[in-house]
């Protein structure tokens, strides 16, 4: 067995009893990078001789008594808009070429400089995290490692590419609607999207900052629980990040599932959704059956309206957000500077904005105007507060809920790009977590006659991840497959 | 006229600024050195609320008399601009769900002694822009720098009601808002750029305009009666006054129209969600209440209680907190003063002391003058050593911090209270002006012509109340 097939754990043990030197794991995703990057386009940029330096000075440092971090030497991709001290942060934007943030988000604070893992390099994704596919970066798309000829899922593309194909033993996400859970589901791996406020956003480059949330995409469910353990608490450098015990997540994990009632929220098996995956959905449902756990139906009257409401909050959200990137302080600027500065605004803003970006900016700007606002932003916010007393309503029924994650397996490149709207129904089962603030989970949990993974998804209550962790870890084990790896071969495309 | 004023006050008396750990003080250092991440709006930041600002807001909004909203959200207002890092301003909005700090209010301001409560609609928090620098004026500067140190200093604003009738009463209003301000602590609204004014102005009937940019409380009376004579010779002109927003341009004293109404920006308020909602109880609001202290209203209540003073010198006295304080450490330091010392070390502050000062564009606790220099100078004058005329010419070496004996001492300017000296300056001015004492015994008034050449012969040390018993003594003879 090869280094970068090994789970997080199994490595982070390796560690502690001297088994591996760093070098030697970081050699062998790097190794993985060379042989398979012309093939998936994982990562937008490579950290490898700072990463390499740091690497060899760990092993170092590993012969002495030091104190080691509980990360120690683990190579880590991040989500290219994470800010990283010093090292370019481009949200997959040409209006943040060569932009280098001068200070690093919270999460890279505790992952990287409190636990000692090694940033490997930033990885694709959707251009300011704006799609479900990855074919929105300004550097091109990112490619599915189970088919070469498929989209990966986004936004998080990247980051769940490189852990799927051992590029990277783990990666950050982050979860706007979807952008962890969908390209976890897509690409056969582990995604969890914390409950809001539960991991800081410091540091995190905003698309809708209301539902925003960084977690973490892994081979398996405990580097998950082992990862949230660490990034999550209060910050007092994010006031919307919540002052709320962090549970011991890698050992709630294990506790059996006996007595644990499980909803089925009937909305998310309606029409659209592919009868493989519901099939796949069905089966996991029966092996948790087994382990002890109770299924009951409930509903989510409201999931009808969640696109519409969850589309126009991110995009008047977002049309905010994004408007400081005007060019005058950092980044790309319009080489024409000509006329006055609203021209070169309009000019910079214009050109290096990619189409996705600039819809929604105009969608979100025209919904947040004078006249519209009540109808459209003040509506969707109280069809916001509907789904969530639904959610609400179903947790006095059930300890958390399961579903598909995706409505089918991964379409292909290209499919849907010209089909907005048909692109923003991908997120149905997604972003109504998202419009509520609840966590939640997505692992494989089986395969579609193409071979392609489905998404099995587990919601939980605010704050309940152990809950959804618990019985994702549990299903996961009983499944068996989460060491499959996708049927790559090493060269070009 | 129908005046409606939105004061911005910076409140400089904070340590850091409102949303970061930054140095509140952005005057006099390099440009943008004084800047973190979240002041410049840098990808990935995240504002978080300075606490004190809450508690300054919260002491303005009691002295104002303002009600306090418990829970209120911040609000984005987005527009683009060179001084606007984000491309919104995080400021508070009252509309859409949205609260201010504080609703209501009233200032009451004293003008042609009537009194008039000017109400307010509300005042609310919000972050300063980053300051535009130009080589000379806007128009002809090549180029525009832009110094973020300014950009997320806390700013409160003050919101009028559309009832201030007149450029006198604005400027009274302000009077009084920079004097609570002052007592209140938050703000030292002397430093340059502390202070910015938008007005709304319309004459009944007609539309109103918007003056913005009035960068001082001094140059608001001045744009308002520019404005107003402005809009009356449009209506002269038989034209109609539309709905727009003006610039005072402080160098050329004018208003210059900036945009018509079909151009307002829209600002697409909506709530900040990278902040929570403030809450606060009345718990907070009795412990900052206790804190605060006294206000110029009550302050002059009791200075007419105990000392005695008049509402109008009350009043006056207590505008600036520096003077009246103090006034009452000079008042107080001599058990034997009563109220006629009270009264005279009242004028000589107000009218000797405060004359000087604005003539030398300089405030009381810059000057070296300590309330014992007054508390002497009323002695010396009851005591008989020296006479009021005298003391008025000590002003400037007081205010070098000479003590007053030793002025007396330095320049022999005592009173002179010499009977017999005193009679023989009589004696000579009687025999040199022969046609004054021919007049006096047709007219008894130019006595006063005889005394002032006995005061201009002994350089005014002349005690006058003995001059003027000796003068006519001689003159009987």
């Known amino acids: 067995m090869k280094l970068y097939e090994y789970m997080g754990f199994e490595l982070i043990n390796k560690i502690k009893d001297r088994d591996i030197e760093i070098q030697d794991i970081l050699t062998s995703c790097y190794k993985r990078v060379d042989e398979l990057e012309s093939q998936l386009h994982s990562f937008v940029n490579l950290n490898e001789e700072k990463s390499m330096k740091k690497a060899k000075k ?126 976890a589901a897509f690409c056969g791996v582990v995604g969890l999207k914390p409950t809001y406020g539960r991991v800081s956003r410091y540091g995190l480059i905003a698309f809708a900052n209301s539902l925003d949330q960084i977690g973490p995409i892994t081979k398996c469910v405990y580097d998950s629980a082992l990862l949230l353990e660490i990034i999550s608490g209060k910050d007092p450098l994010d006031s919307t990040s919540v002052d709320i015990k962090v549970d011991t997540y890698t050992e709630e994990i294990k506790k059996p599932l006996e007595k644990r009632v499980l909803g089925v929220p009937k909305e998310f098996f309606g029409e659209g959704i592919n009868i493989e995956v519901k099939n796949a959905i069905n089966k996991s449902l029966e092996k948790l059956e087994s382990l002890g756990a109770t299924t009951i139906e409930v509903s989510i009257p409201h999931l009808e309206y969640t696109i519409a409401t969850y589309y126009l909050l991110c995009m008047c959200e977002a049309s905010s957000n994004l408007a400081r990137y005007d060019g005058l302080r950092y980044g790309k600027v319009s080489d024409d500077l000509s006329s006055d500065v609203y021209s070169v605004f309009s000019r910079t803003r214009g050109f290096n904005f990619g189409p996705e970006v600039r819809r929604r900016i105009f969608l979100g700007t025209y919904a947040l105007s004078a006249g519209y606002y009540d109808m459209y932003y003040m509506k969707a916010l109280k069809v916001r507060s509907l789904i969530r007393n639904d959610f609400i309503e179903a947790f006095k029924k059930c300890d958390s809920l399961v579903c598909p994650t995706m409505p089918s397996t991964a379409f292909k490149v290209g499919s849907l790009i010209e089909d907005p709207l048909e692109m923003y129904t991908q997120d149905i089962l997604t972003c109504s977590v998202n419009l509520a603030g609840i966590p939640a989970l997505s692992i494989p949990c089986g395969f579609d006659s193409n071979n392609l993974p489905i998404g099995f998804q587990i919601i939980g209550d605010y704050f309940d991840e152990k809950g959804i962790l618990n019985v994702g870890y549990q299903l996961e084990q009983e499944l068996g497959i989460y060491r499959k790896a996708p049927p790559l071969k090493a060269g070009g495309k | 006229m129908i005046i409606g004023l ?431 004492v021919e007049d006096y015994f047709k007219n008894p008034k130019a006595l006063e012509a005889l005394i002032g050449r006995v005061m201009a012969k002994t350089k005014g040390q002349a005690d006058p109340a003995i001059s003027r018993e000796l003068m006519m003594r001689l003159l009987k003879k």
């Open chain 1, 58 to 183: 760990y092993d170092e440092n590993l012969k002495g008594a030091k104190k080691i971090g509980n990360l120690y030497g683990l190579p880590l991709a991040n989500k290219d808009l994470i800010c990283i001290k010093d090292y370019p942060t481009t949200c997959c934007s040409h209006i943040l070429q060569n932009f280098r943030p001068p200070y690093n988000a919270s999460v890279i604070e505790r992952l990287i400089e409190t636990e000692n893992a090694i940033h490997i390099g930033n990885t694709n994704m959707d251009e300011f995290a704006m799609g479900g596919s990855t074919e929105n970066s300004c550097y091109g798309p990112t490619y599915n490692p189970w088919d070469l000829k498929r989209v990966p899922g986004g936004s998080s593309g990247g980051s769940a590419a490189a852990v799927a194909s051992g590029q990277a033993i783990f990666a950050l996400g982050s979860d706007t609607g979807g952008s962890i859970r969908c390209p």
């Open chain 2, 6 to 436: 939105e004061v911005h006050i910076q409140l400089t008396n904070l340590k850091t600024k409102l949303f970061c750990s930054c140095s509140n003080e952005y005057r006099n250092i390099e440009p943008n050195t004084c800047v973190c991440p979240i002041c410049l709006g840098l990808p990935g930041s995240l504002p978080v609320v300075n606490k004190n600002t809450i508690n300054f807001a919260t002491r303005l909004a009691l002295a104002l008399e303002c009600d306090i909203n418990h829970q209120f959200w911040f609000f984005r207002k987005n527009y683009h601009y060179p001084d606007l890092p984000k491309g919104y301003q995080i400021s508070q909005y009252n509309k859409a769900g949205g609260k201010a700090f504080a609703d209501g209010g009233k200032i009451t301001i004293r003008l042609n002694n009537h009194k008039k409560d000017i109400i307010l609609n509300r005042i609310h928090l919000e972050e300063d822009p980053a300051r535009l620098v130009h080589k000379g004026s806007i128009a002809s500067s090549p180029f525009t720098l832009v110094d973020y140190n300014r950009s997320g200093v806390c700013l409160i604003e003050i919101v009028t009601e559309p009832v201030i009738s007149s450029p006198e009463e604005a400027r009274e209003f302000l009077k009084q808002l920079k004097s609570i301000v002052q007592y209140t602590g938050i703000s030292n609204l002397e430093l340059e750029g502390s202070v910015r004014v938008d007005a709304n102005i319309s004459i009944k009937g007609h539309e109103r305009s918007e003056v913005k940019n009035i960068n001082s409380f001094r140059e608001v009376e001045r744009a308002l009666r520019h404005e107003i004579i402005r809009q009356k010779n449009v209506l002269k002109r038989g034209k109609d006054l539309s709905q727009e927003t003006r610039h005072w341009d402080d160098k050329r004293k004018i208003t210059l129209s900036l945009r018509s109404k079909e151009f307002e920006e829209d600002y697409r308020y909506f709530p900040e969600q990278d902040l929570v909602p403030i809450e606060i109880d009345d718990n907070f609001i009795q412990i900052v209440e206790e804190d605060l202290p006294e206000m110029p209203n009550e302050r002059a209540q009791r200075l007419r209680r105990e000392y005695m003073l008049s509402e109008f010198d009350s009043e006056n006295l207590v505008l600036d907190k520096r003077i009246a304080d103090f006034y009452e450490e000079g008042a107080n330091a001599d058990p034997s003063f009563g109220s006629k010392e009270y009264k005279q070390y009242c004028n000589w502050l107000m009218n000797n002391i405060y004359g000087w000062l604005n003539e030398h564009n300089i405030t009381i606790d810059k000057t070296k003058l300590t309330p014992k220099h007054i508390e002497d100078i009323i002695k010396y004058i009851r005591e008989g050593k020296i006479t009021s005329k005298i003391a008025k010419s000590f002003v400037d070496d007081i205010m070098k911090g000479t003590s007053v004996s030793q002025i007396i001492k330095l320049r022999g300017k005592t009173r002179l209270s010499d009977k017999k000296l005193i009679e023989k300056y009589c004696k000579d001015v009687i025999s040199e002006n022969p046609q004054i």
